[in-house]
């Protein structure tokens, strides 16, 4: 019997049970891919994403196109992400008060963000930072406090809404001074922002990436930033932990998520992207530049940030008696 035939059969069924996985893996991804943010063009979350989507397009050798679908407090957007194929062609770039905030200020029953998505890693952290007027009596978070138990009808906080990331950093500012201060929301930072330079209202927590601006001009003063460590950009500029708020952090990040139900060679492939994107020296400048903080944590590592962050967020949620209009 010639067996050459057999051989060959049996070879090439072989590479084909071997080789499927790697030419799966190569074949992603094929097309464009569509990145999801949850906010309008032109904030924070908006332009680190298209930062963001160049570098990971040129690491997939695909285009990554940044889509918009701004509501809900970037729900919208994450509702869509989670109910998409999971086929790696729809990606959703997550701000954490989507996953860790807004859920249960909005008493949402879209999505649970502990479970119900393929958590590819991390990308980076940002610190808010206590900003107010050149004219506010306060020279430090201590004083600041101290004025609020002396006055307690006159001191008063902004933020972009209720249950806006710098309404809850103020409601925990509050909850470990013990003091009273009068929550103003307002559409969006901007308008806060402009009633501290006036004096309308006497602070607000702020993205130390907008925020930069504003305390370079003189406009606002910055009390401290609400990471652990110093930011790079504000050197002088001390710590909550440091201003005296004993255990005081709130570190918000970006991360890059997907559909539940991944197959694990596209995660594998958007893995080493974003390890890749995490790497290259100049997206590291534009983060640093911008008040970032570069963040390599894998997929264990956001899950684990979602889990602690949405446990601590429900109990000042809960202690302010929060609730979405």
Known sequence: MNIKPLLAAATFAAALATGAPAAADNAYPDRPIRLLVGYAPGGPVDTT????????GDKLGQAVVVENRAGASGMIASDA?????????????AASPTLTMSPLVQRSTLFDPRKDFSLIGLIVDYANVLLIGPQAPAKSVAELVDY???????VSFGSAGI?????????????????????????????????VVSGKITFMFDITSTAIPFIKSGKARALAVTSRTRNPELPDVPTMIEAGMKDYEVVGWYALVAPKKLPDNIRARLTRALSDVSQDPAFRRAMTEGGYTINTGDAAALQDRI????????????????QAN
């Open 49 to 56: 994403a298209r930062v963001f989507a160049k570098y990971l």
């Open 81 to 93: 992400t989670a109910k998409a194929p999971p086929d790696g062609y729809l990606l959703g770039f």
């Open 148 to 154: 609020a138990r002396a006055h307690p009808d006159a």
């Open 163 to 195: 249950g806006a990331s710098n309404h809850l950093s103020a409601e925990l500012l509050k909850k470990q001074a013990g003091v009273p201060m009068l929550h103003v929301p307002y559409r969006g930072n901007s308008p806060a922002m402009m009633d």
């Open 307 to 322: 889990d602690r962050e949405y446990a601590l967020w429900a109990d000042v949620i809960q202690s302010a008696n929060i």
